[in-house]
């Protein structure tokens, strides 16, 4: 029985990468939520046809990727191991074959950790080309006009016939690249090179234009906007539901959604007792995970003593908006038998809309009684559900 061939995804995360102008290394900048590497790393470690991924890092950043970069490749069953590079490209990516060395790879594909927006199919590409020829790596054709210039000023054209821009993952036999690679004297650009000084034949295969190399500050956007494309869920969408009881108590009014009711009773609760704008305000909190109105305005302090519930949901609302959320909507539900809500749901979205900085057609109130069922039915109180969906657009 000849066993599976083992391929694997070697990622060289090893260099410095000062053009990005950050303060850390470029593969650990923040993008679309999680590091530029974890992107890469994830790429390979859910691709079907790979069977391993080893990560070539820089002696300094072995706290950085362990913080930040693992955690987030343990979703993927695929092994991932670390080692550590080099003063430059090529000893980093030797030290990553040396690594692998007898531990029966047959293929390695090469992948610089700046490049996180490397497709499933290019690396199927790739690798059945290479598994097919024993090396290949992907490139673009050129379709802009090349010039010579010289102090901003044109000075001729260049025949682009035959020129390529090279990206990678570049595919390899693994026993023949490393042998390149203990043979190679001089410094060599990328490992095509390193192939091509060992007289390998190397095949082209269509590289993917939106497989960008990370280099300067405004790719980082560009990638953030590619990877948001490319994942269809540009925004962060949340939803959160709220419910309240308050009990009737002797008084002659209620308040709801901020709007008072005459009623021949009032409702108990050491503020105003809105039972709808706190189910409400619970949404909110509930949505960013931010705990209850309980936990930000205690009912034993003594400051919140007949507040106006306006100020809770005020707070929730701009807790929202500081997070980047804005709020898409709001449903609300009161339940009881009586007062009749109907007559005042006008003035309830437009006191929510007051509040909120939210438009009147996004809030709905409405009411229901329980068939005088239960502590609703029997006039003991009112309740009151709610819930709200919450959106931050994507920002990379
Ligand atoms: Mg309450």
Redesign the pocket.
Known sequence: MTKAPTVVALIVAAGRGTRAQSARPKQYVPLAGAPVLAHTALAFLQHPEIDRVMIVLNRDDHALYTQEVAPLLAVSGTPVSTCIGGETRNISVKNGLLALENTGVSTVLIHDAARPLISAELISRVLARTVEGGAAAPALTLSDTLWRGRDAQVTGAADRTGLFRAQTPQGFDFASILSAHNRLTAPATDDVEVARRANLPVAIVAGDPDNIKITTPGDFARAARLIRQKTGSPMDIRSGNGF?V?AFCPGDHVTLCGVRISHRQGLL?HSD?D?AL?AITDAIYGALAEGD?GQWFPPGDPRWKGAESAVFLHHATTLSADKGYRINNVDCTIICESPKIGPHVDAMRDRLAGIMAVPRTRLSVKATTTERLGFAGRGEGIAALANVILIKSGEG
Do not use: E, L, R
Request: no cysteine; aromatic share 0%.
């Open positions: 309240d308050h609760g007792a039972v706190h109105i």
